[in-house]
């Protein structure tokens, strides 16, 4: 059977990572829709801290991550989606994590990436209500970006209906069907779509599409909490803040040379590999600072193992740990909620191609926010030109 395919390409799925390779096919000159189940997308492209930070990356990504900042500083200029440049900073609270920033300095100096080193003065100047007995050093890198997570994504997609995106919203995929000459996508709401080729950035979303090759694959998913505070009054926290467990966390870090010979934590309490709680500070639009977060990971096979419940006895020591970094003028938690990411055991991004013209792109993990613009460029530029679109 032959079709007139409507669109050169259908992406399905209106999260980040989806929504920037639509842009960068729009860029491409292509006639472009992107699906999304939702009347807004609800996955871990918006329940995060909203924080754009290529410094955390290792080498690779961090190309894509600068790229990404290029990117979204660009969109900033001609529509509004929120963007703030506020910078990022990492706090040392011991000799080890100084030696650290010291390293990684030193590793973005050579990349031509720029970065600062802030003496512990400089940190307690600049960062109302860090703890003396907390901070020795910082690393604050300024080219870096916050944004509105629950605000970003939908004012992106207005932007680019400006630019020609056709999008579909509540709109469910259950099925792609490889035709002749292009593939059919069958939608729950007896919407069919037609184009010659279509991406699927399905998040945690599994169980419709494919569910078989997301079964065997090798995707595992990750459980993270985070809270919100009330309004602080009379009180700024400028960019994201990040604390010592994330400097052993964060690939960049992994690369410099003294990072093997920090001591770990030995596998106890909440930072261990099980829940992985990092420790990070970003200050919203109105005021209240986002807190968190936690990690706790399982196979794709064992997703509904995470539940649906949040596990208090984290929340409660991710607040006992915040507040031996930054006394801010109150801890009173507004929000609380968790979020799901998917990400891959052995590759950066979970990628497969099914009859030439379907491509999975999904499993991008916790790079998502900060890698997502500047990966799917390369992306898209590689499915198109296999293509010939």
Not at 41 to 67: C, D
Not at 203 to 232: A, H, I, N, R, W
Not at 335 to 347: D, E, I, N
Request: aromatic share 8%.
């Amino acid at each position: 059977m032959k079709i007139q395919p409507q669109y050169d390409l259908i992406v399905v799925g209106g999260g980040v990572l989806g929504t920037f390779h639509a842009y960068h096919a729009l860029e491409r000159g292509l006639k472009v829709a992107l699906v999304e189940k939702d009347s807004t997308p609800q996955g871990a492209s918006i329940t995060n801290y909203g924080h754009v930070v290529p410094s955390a990356m290792n080498s690779k990504w961090q190309l894509f991550g600068r790229e990404s900042l290029r990117i979204y500083k660009e969109i900033q200029e001609h529509f509004d989606i929120s963007v703030r440049q506020e910078g990022s900073v990492y706090f040392a609270s011991n000799p080890e994590e100084e030696q650290l920033l010291v390293e990684l300095h030193q590793i973005n100096r050579d990349n031509d990436y720029r970065s600062e080193l802030l003496t512990k003065y400089e940190c307690l100047k600049a960062y109302p209500g860090l703890r003396n007995d907390y901070v020795r050093s910082g690393l604050f890198f300024p080219e870096e970006l916050v944004v509105a997570p629950r605000l970003m994504l939908n004012k992106l997609h207005a932007y680019l209906k400006i630019s020609g995106l056709v999008l579909y919203l509540n709109c469910t995929v259950i099925d792609c069907i490889a035709l002749s000459n292009g593939i059919e996508v069958q939608c729950s709401n007896n919407t069919s779509l037609s184009a010659a080729k279509v991406i699927i950035c399905n998040g945690t979303e599994f169980k419709t599409l494919y569910p078989t090759l997301f079964q065997e694959s090798d995707l595992m998913v990750s459980k993270m909490q985070l809270m919100q505070t009330s309004p602080q009054k009379h009180y700024k926290l400028s960019g994201s803040v990040l604390a010592g467990q994330s400097i052993r966390a964060y690939g960049a870090f992994q690369e410099c040379p003294s990072y093997a010979h920090i001591p770990s934590n030995g596998g106890k309490g909440f930072t261990d590999k099980e829940y992985g709680v990092q420790i990070h500070f970003n200050q919203t639009l109105d005021g209240s600072i986002i807190i968190g977060d936690s990690h706790r990971s399982v196979d794709v096979s064992k997703i509904n193992s995470l539940g649906t419940d949040l596990d208090m006895e984290i929340d409660h020591y991710i607040l006992k740990e915040a507040k031996k970094i930054i006394d801010l003028p109150t801890y009173n938690i507004q929000r609380r909620w968790y979020g799901l990411f998917s990400h891959c055991k052995t590759a950066d991004v979970f990628q497969a191609t099914i009859d030439d013209n379907i491509h999975i792109v999904t499993g991008i993990g916790g790079k998502g926010l900060t890698g997502s613009a500047g990966f799917a460029k390369a992306n898209i530029h590689e499915i198109c030109n296999l293509g010939g679109l």
